[in-house]
Nanobody, 121 residues
Framework: QVQLVESGGGLVQAGGSLRLSCAAS?????VGWFRQAPGKERDFVAV????????NYADSVKGRFTISRDNAKNTVYLQMNSLKPEDTAVYYC?????????????????WGQGTQVTVSS
């Protein structure tokens, strides 16, 4: 059983930055960030493999968001720059207990409780 705790969300103006953290209670392999806006489905944002050597991003955030990890701290980060109002959502981190990157949320084993990000125009 792995517990994930997100932090770092908040209210920011358009063009601003936030850094989300996802702290894990145990070993994780692939870790992904997803987001869900009101009335919409949960969408893939970014994913990172076990050693941080491979990443993938949704087209909507490429060039603005960066995913990274510090395995010594069991923490994955999502640096979000040039934020836009359409980035407003609850952001979730999730992990797999097997290797292999995927953007499919159904293939993740554990989820955090989410952190709200609100970008004002």
């Amino acid at each position: 059983q792995v517990q994930l705790v997100e932090s770092g969300g908040g209210l920011v103006q358009a063009g601003g930055s936030l850094r989300l953290s996802c702290a894990a209670s145990g070993l994780t392999f692939t870790v992904g960030w997803f987001r869900q806006a009101p009335g919409k489905e949960r969408d893939f944002v970014a994913v990172i493999n076990w050693n941080g050597g491979t990443t993938n991003y949704a087209d909507s955030v490429k060039g603005r968001f960066t995913i990274s990890r510090d395995n010594a701290k069991n923490t994955v980060y999502l640096q979000m720059n040039s934020l836009k109002p359409e980035d407003t959502a609850v952001y979730y981190c999730a992990c797999r207990t097997v290797v292999g990157l995927t953007t499919n949320p159904d293939l993740y084993n554990y989820w955090g409780q989410g952190t709200q990000v609100t970008v004002s125009s």
